[in-house]
């Protein structure tokens, strides 16, 4: 038993990592900036589109929007680690997010967009 703990087998040599590449980085850094802003402007959009459109008083709307956010948030940054490609990840939400934002529009979220406003005369 004392030969053993005197005598410890030599530590296993690791393997070298291989270095990653700078497009593999700026595959990462787009998926990441496809999760963090481009969903951020989703989840703001799904806000001013369910705001306007779920059948509650305005109060209980607004809640429920800006609660339901943070799930569609999440949505959106999963998927932009899952897609096949980084420009995939940012191309689809930047579009879903467009259009939320135009049907949002013409549901009527004038308060949501100042500068579409009409000015009153």
Do not use: H
């Given at each position: 038993?004392?030969?053993?703990?005197?005598n410890?087998?030599?530590?296993?040599?690791?393997?070298?990592?291989?270095?990653?590449?700078w497009?593999?980085?700026?595959?990462?850094?787009?998926?990441?900036?496809?999760?963090?802003?481009?969903?951020?402007?989703?989840?703001?959009?799904?806000?001013?589109?369910?705001?306007?459109?779920?059948?509650?008083?305005?109060?209980?709307?607004?809640?429920?929007a800006?609660?339901?956010?943070?799930?569609?948030?999440?949505?959106?940054?999963?998927?932009?680690?899952?897609?096949?490609?980084?420009?995939?990840?940012?191309?689809?939400?930047?579009?879903?997010?467009?259009?939320?934002?135009?049907?949002?529009?013409?549901?009527?979220?004038?308060?949501?967009?100042?500068?579409?406003?009409?000015?009153?005369?």
């Amino acid at each position: 038993m004392t030969d053993t703990l005197a005598n410890p087998a030599p530590p296993r040599a690791r393997k070298p990592r291989p270095a990653l590449s700078w497009r593999y980085r700026g595959a990462v850094a787009a998926r990441a900036f496809a999760a963090i802003v481009i969903g951020y402007f989703f989840a703001y959009a799904s806000t001013a589109l369910l705001s306007v459109a779920l059948p509650f008083p305005r109060v209980d709307r607004v809640v429920a929007a800006s609660l339901l956010s943070f799930f569609v948030w999440c949505g959106v940054a999963m998927y932009a680690f899952a897609a096949r490609s980084a420009w995939r990840a940012c191309w689809a939400p930047a579009l879903a997010t467009a259009v939320l934002l135009w049907a949002a529009k013409l549901c009527g979220a004038a308060a949501l967009f100042p500068g579409s406003a009409v000015p009153p005369t």
